[in-house]
């Protein structure tokens, strides 16, 4: 999946103190069911896009961005202003992709994301309603569905 329909995309946190721009979302967009994202998103899940690291750049405020560092290593960027969660980054990130939460976007991407993952550790309260694939874990992990 690559978007360059309506290029550059951009996006900013709750109170705009910062701002980005991706020329193009791919090839991974999904819906993370871990108990990690739902306690830091507030919600039954937090949807992520994956960007290239040269198709990412912060245009204004990157400086505001605080960082979570979770046991497991993965660091989460929010604005230290409104509390917005920017980014996500894996444990061994190598730095190739940006994962960006996709409700940050100011006008909404042409597709939709291709995928639930960490559904073995989703609410017990949320019910999956559509057709993409499931993962235990990551995409890696056994398909549910």
Same mark, same amino acid.
């Given at each position: 999946?690559?978007?360059?329909?309506?290029?550059?995309?951009? &996006?900013?946190?709750?109170?705009?103190?910062?701002? =980005?721009?991706?020329?193009?979302? &791919?090839?991974?967009?999904?819906?993370?069911?871990?108990?990690?994202?739902?306690? *830091?998103? &507030?919600?039954?899940?937090?949807? *992520?896009?994956?960007?290239?690291? /040269?198709? *990412?750049? +912060?245009?204004?405020? /990157?400086?505001?961005?605080?960082? =979570?560092?979770?046991?497991?290593?993965? @660091?989460?960027?929010?604005?230290?202003?409104?509390?917005?969660?920017?980014?996500?980054?894996?444990?061994?990130?190598?730095?190739?992709? @940006?994962?960006?939460?996709?409700?940050?976007?100011?006008?909404?991407?042409? *597709?939709?994301?291709?995928?639930?993952?960490?559904?073995?550790?989703?609410?017990? +309260?949320?019910?999956?309603?559509?057709?993409?694939?499931?993962?235990?874990?990551?995409?890696?992990?056994?398909?549910?569905?």
């Amino acid at each position: 999946m690559n978007d360059k329909s309506v290029s550059p995309l951009r &996006g900013q946190c709750l109170c705009g103190a910062v701002k =980005y721009e991706v020329d193009a979302i &791919g090839p991974r967009m999904a819906h993370c069911h871990c108990s990690m994202c739902r306690k *830091f998103h &507030g919600a039954a899940f937090a949807t *992520f896009g994956e960007a290239r690291a /040269e198709d *990412f750049r +912060w245009l204004e405020g /990157e400086q505001l961005l605080s960082s =979570y560092r979770a046991t497991n290593g993965t @660091v989460r960027r929010f604005c230290s202003r409104c509390g917005s969660s920017m980014t996500f980054a894996p444990a061994d990130d190598p730095g190739e992709f @940006v994962e960006f939460t996709l409700g940050t976007l100011i006008d909404p991407p042409a *597709f939709h994301p291709d995928a639930h993952i960490f559904v073995g550790s989703k609410a017990a +309260w949320d019910h999956i309603c559509d057709q993409l694939p499931q993962y235990e874990a990551g995409r890696d992990s056994k398909r549910l569905d």
